[in-house]
């Protein structure tokens, strides 16, 4: 049976974006054909946590709602560079726990990280959504693999918008960053477009 992730970040005991993660886990129930689901805020509560800090709380969990949790003290790491992969049959609709794929395309890339492109379209990294950097506006790809629970919230807020990216129109933009659940929007926390080792001006990028 399939297993399924929801990472959810935990901040001085306060839980992030509740709303979003539990109907992201809603709809993943309802569109295999399941009643019910799990009750993220309960199995948080249930957890006692009572520490201060940042952390990563994963629930892995099943359609029969088995789960089981992790809650992880968490860190942002910085990446050092990037590479375009093109995959234009993998999909990641659903948060599966099964990341195999996504592991052997980091592998073949021989990068920090992947930017993922599917039938010419800038999508995801292997681990969040991307945003980019034109004058002052953010903007996130229409494309994706999963639409991220902080990819939602933001567009929700109006604090990004949407754009039709391509590895071709990518020079358009000075800077991008990685958000997900973990990975709030954060002016400070940028990287150059240069940071993209294999623009498609410069080489050709990997095709997997």
């Known amino acids: 049976m399939s297993q399924f992730i929801e990472s959810i970040k935990i901040e ?28 993220i805020d309960e199995i948080y509560k249930n957890l006692q946590h ?33 590479k375009l992969v093109e995959n234009n049959s993998y999909d990641y609709s659903f948060k599966f726990e099964d990341r195999k794929e996504l592991e052997k395309m980091k592998i073949l890339s021989k ?44 567009l929700k807020n109006k604090k990004i918008k949407e754009a039709e990216i391509t590895p071709q129109n990518l020079k358009e933009y000075s800077h991008f960053q990685i958000i997900n659940s973990m990975n709030n929007f ?17 080489s050709e990028y990997l095709k997997v």
């Not at 002016?187 to 623009?199: G, H, Q, W």
């Open 12 to 39: 001085d005991q306060k839980i992030f974006l509740l709303d979003l993660h539990q109907s992201r886990v809603n709809k993943t129930f309802e569109h295999f054909g399941e009643e019910g689901s799990i009750n």
């Open 50 to 82: 009572d520490e201060d800090g940042l952390y990563k709380l994963r629930i892995i969990y099943d359609l029969d709602k088995k789960f089981r949790t992790q809650m992880i003290p968490y860190a942002i790491s910085e990446i050092d560079n990037f």
């Open 111 to 154: 990068a920090d990280e992947i930017i993922i492109v599917k039938n010419n379209h800038i999508t995801c990294t292997s681990f969040s959504n991307l945003l980019f950097k034109k004058g002052k506006d953010w903007f996130t790809p229409t494309t994706y693999l999963l639409n991220g629970v902080q990819r939602q919230h933001l």
């Open 186 to 202: 954060d002016d400070m926390f940028i990287y150059p477009i240069s940071k993209i080792k294999n623009l498609p001006e410069d």
